[in-house]
Nanobody, 126 residues
């Protein structure tokens, strides 16, 4: 059964760093669009960043640009979200989503994704 398994997250002090990983099982992430999102209870889902092999595209929303980095791990069929200089407002449930063979662009948060991870909580203490 194809699925995406997420790991990482936890509690960190403001200014600290965390890495989230999403590993695909049962299918390849080659040429796939991987989007990272975050969502708080009662709020709409917010797109954070994306990456795709197609045109080597990546995109970050302004609130995380320069602090977050998405990278691919082809050997592990995974994608990582490195989060540096974390702020209390970054506290949220983070999830990743996969859409095969799609371009990463500023509209990534509006696309329909085939696979979603279970999500992990990131809490940044002030």
């Amino acid at each position: 059964q194809p699925q995406v398994v997420q790991s990482g997250g936890g509690l960190v002090q403001s200014g600290g760093s965390l890495t989230l990983s999403c590993t695909a099982q049962g299918f390849t992430l080659n040429e796939a669009l991987i989007g990272w999102f975050r969502q708080d209870p009662g709020s709409s889902r917010e797109g954070v960043a994306c990456i795709s092999d197609i045109e080597g595209s990546s995109y970050y929303v302004r609130s995380v640009e320069g602090r977050f980095t998405v990278s691919r791990d082809y050997a592990k069929n995974a994608v990582h979200l490195q989060m540096n200089n974390l702020k209390p407002e970054d506290t949220s449930l983070y999830v990743c989503a996969v859409e095969p063979q799609a371009l990463c662009s500023r509209n990534f948060m509006y696309l329909r994704y085939d696979y979603w991870s279970q999500g992990t909580q990131v809490t940044v203490a002030s």
